[in-house]
């Protein structure tokens, strides 16, 4: 039999709040204190931090009569830290509860913490949910969803409602009393979490929380000089791994502009040979005055003897961070493991036989934020062109013909949003050229790629540039730009596009909103993360004729310079505008998506091979879990069985995700079949131009299905690519049903007699 909420014993509990001041405050949080917990379920110990005479008088005549509070005047100010251990020194409770009387207590929440922290013996510290100015783990909205799960574990809990096992309490110590209000609780979480103890939060308990009242009380300079000291103190404790990436994410999410412990640029070093790496790193460190700047070496040694000579100079700098091996030795998989790491505003890049000059840091991104629409700046010049494997490199004055594009670069400098953008390196490229793909990857997102003369190159005697590349990567880089101007260095100019010469992507994603614009948000964010490393544009249509542009969607435009919006025009068909945006489309294929489309990763690539596979392939198209599929045959299949898979809205998946299972099962096989709905027709340009444009005539659906046989009539293939996946959870979309029996009769008037019209559903 499952006790009640708050039927516990009297000492179970012992709640400390710190008041200062602000007496409706803290009369408030009592008041909330007394009416939803039960009488004698917990004593209170009171704390009045050397307020005015008249508070501490009118605190006394609240807190007069009432069984089990205690009221204790402090003679001076004492910090959180200072004063909730003379709390938990005088408490007698087997838990100790931390209350700030800024916050405001719900009935059951005793019971909910209690059964959160005794769920399981190895549970030091539980918390509630929250509103504000808590860890990502306790905010949710003030009247949340029933949860999934009452009881979730957590990495760091806030302080300011926070329930203790008087038995961690005791094995850990107290608070450091070096902190001053601030950052005093995630340095305690991750002190019991050091100590093998686990934290939790009450799901199903939700705790007001104001927040930021006494910070807010200081003077600017006071609270700025506080914070950045207590930033720094953190950093300072627990600046080994893995208790330091755990902060850099909370330093991201809670960022300050006075703050130096998040720092402006990241160095990334690739450490391909110790003696090398350390050399570099200590150069380094002798100049890396001026903005705030953190170091990532990243072990890209087979044996992983970088980082063990690497291992004492990262004791004794506590802003370098060391990654081990991984057992991958390729420059770009080195690349990205500094990159996902990287918390800084710039990312620099560099190899380990670069020598930096002095005042380079400040001259270097000084110049870069002068110049916004620039995604990438290199060094000028100091190695020699790349050379595939077996020929003789060019001679230095590059003759004409040969790509400058493609030298070996020793120093990237990129800002974080590019980064965002683009995306992380190919790793698929085993040597140097995946700098040459990056660059061209940030010219299709719409950024400019430029030279810098202020950036220290690479030192001509190191010989990088003289060694051949594998004939992989080159036949991996004319595979992915096909175009032979790309390849050859004609289009470019000084690293910058050259007047006349348009660049032409491999892909064409045209995205037509029908209805909501939210879900037509929610696709283009989708395309943008899922898009993978082929060559794309996207074209976003207004497919409503008395509809504006939205001002999320022309945000959205501003933020993605590789995003074109187009429309609205006087037709309200869907076809219509499609085809408005395919005139305007320049890739090699076309990649017609609807508006509620939620593409996985790897879709784009698939879907490429897939119209690859054969010289008439007209239409390729994914799997999908949208309702009524016209192109399976038979039963449904058990992958697709409704609920399988699906992506909830703030949950995590059982099982693995639907498209993962896919491109697992189906990697590289290609089903024939009759039709496909218009959830995603990936088209060549080619076939595009025999078969025409979509039929204006059909206004809500079926203009999918209608493309499919005249493009079969024209002699092309349907196919559908096994491996790639887009979910459709909005169903169905178009307008009412009047349209689709138009659009039916229209259907069956077309092609009556075609023997796909009997397997057509169109319910």
Wanted: net charge positive.
């Amino acid at each position: 039999m499952t006790r009640p909420r708050g039927a516990r014993q009297a000492t179970a509990v012992s709640v400390i709040i710190l008041a200062r001041e602000r007496f409706d405050d803290t009369r408030r949080c009592l008041a909330s204190l007394w009416r939803s917990t039960p009488p004698g379920a917990c004593e209170v110990l009171v704390f009045d931090n050397a307020s005015s005479p008249r508070t501490f008088e009118r605190l006394s005549r609240l807190c007069e009569g009432r069984p089990g509070v205690r009221l204790l005047r402090n003679p001076r100010n004492l910090g959180f830290a200072e004063g909730v251990n003379l709390g938990m020194r005088q408490a007698r409770g087997r838990f100790l509860l931390w209350l700030n009387n800024d916050t405001v207590l719900a009935p059951g929440w005793l019971g909910g913490l209690l059964e959160a922290a005794e769920s399981d013996p190895s549970i030091a510290a539980a918390g509630p949910m929250t509103n504000r100015m808590a860890p990502p783990a306790q905010l949710c909205r003030p009247f949340p969803t029933r949860p999934r799960t009452r009881v979730q574990e957590a990495d760091f809990l806030g302080g300011f409602c926070l329930l203790l096992r008087r038995s961690a309490a005791r094995a850990v110590g107290g608070l450091d009393e070096r902190f001053a209000w601030g950052w005093e609780d995630v340095d305690y979480c991750l002190r019991l979490r050091q100590a093998g103890w686990r934290l939790a939060v009450a799901r199903d308990v939700f705790v007001r929380h104001e927040g930021g009242r006494t910070l807010g009380a200081m003077p600017p300079s006071e609270r700025n000089a506080t914070d950045t000291a207590n930033r720094e103190l953190i950093r300072r404790k627990w600046s080994a791994e893995p208790w330091r990436r755990g902060l850099q994410g909370l330093f991201r999410r809670f960022p300050a502009r006075w703050d130096r412990a998040v720092p402006e640029a990241s160095v990334i070093v690739v450490c391909s040979d110790g003696r090398r790496a350390r050399a570099c790193l200590q150069g380094l460190r002798r100049r890396l005055e001026g903005p705030a700047s953190e170091v990532i070496a990243v072990d890209a040694t087979p044996d992983g003897s970088a980082a063990a000579r690497l291992g004492a100079l990262a004791r004794g700098w506590p802003d370098l961070s060391v990654l081990g091996p991984c057992g991958d030795a390729r420059r770009s998989a080195a690349l990205n493991r500094g990159l996902r790491l990287a918390k800084g505003a710039w990312h620099i890049l560099v190899d380990d036989d670069w020598r930096p000059r002095p005042g380079w840091l400040q001259a270097s991104l000084e110049a870069a934020k002068s110049h916004p629409r620039v995604g990438l700046w290199t060094t000028a010049g100091g190695a020699a062109p790349l050379a595939p494997s077996g020929t003789a490199p060019p001679p230095r004055g590059r003759p004409r013909g040969w790509p400058r594009f493609y030298d070996p670069q020793a120093c990237f400098l990129l800002p974080r949003s590019c980064h965002e953008l683009v995306g992380g390196f190919d790793e698929r490229f085993a040597g140097a050229l995946c700098d040459a793909d990056y660059r061209i990857r940030v010219f299709q997102a719409g950024l400019e790629v430029r030279r810098a003369r202020w950036l220290p190159p690479r030192p001509p005697a190191s010989g990088r540039g003289q060694a051949g590349i594998a004939a992989a990567d080159w036949r991996l880089l004319a595979r992915k730009w096909a175009d032979p101007a790309i390849l050859r260095g004609e289009v470019f100019d000084d690293g910058r596009w050259r007047a006349g010469q348009p660049w032409r992507p491999e892909v064409s994603i045209v995205v037509a909103r029908r209805a909501g614009g939210r879900r037509m948000l929610r696709c283009l964010e989708s395309v943008r993360r899922c898009a993978g490393s082929a060559a794309f544009e996207v074209i976003a249509v207004e497919a409503a004729a008395a509809r504006k542009l939205t001002p999320e969607l022309a945000a959205a435009a501003k933020a993605w310079p590789g995003l074109r919006v187009l429309g609205p025009w006087r037709s309200a068909t869907w076809p219509h505008a499609v085809n408005k945006a395919l005139e305007a489309a320049t890739g090699r294929f076309y990649a017609v998506l609807s508006d509620d489309a939620l593409v996985s990763p790897g879709w784009l690539e698939a879907l490429l091979a897939a119209a690859g596979s054969a010289p008439n392939v007209g239409v390729a198209a994914p799997r999908t879990d949208a309702s009524s599929l016209g192109w399976l045959q038979g039963d449904r299949p058990a992958e697709l069985a409704p609920g399988r898979g699906a992506v909830k809205a703030g949950g995590r998946a059982s099982r693995p995700p639907l498209g993962k299972v896919l491109a697992d099962r189906g990697a590289g096989r290609v089903s024939p079949v009759s039709y496909v709905r218009d959830v995603c027709l990936l088209i060549p340009a080619t076939a595009f131009a025999r078969v025409g444009g979509f039929d204006e005539r059909f206004r809500a659906s079926l203009g999918g299905e209608d493309y499919c046989m005249r493009a079969a009539q024209a002699g092309y293939q349907v196919v559908v690519a096994e491996g790639a996946f887009v979910s459709r959870p909005g169903g169905r979309a178009g307008r009412g049903g009047s349209a689709r029996r138009e659009d039916a009769s229209l259907l069956f008037t077309k092609w009556a007699g075609n023997p796909a019209l009997s397997s057509l559903p169109l319910s």
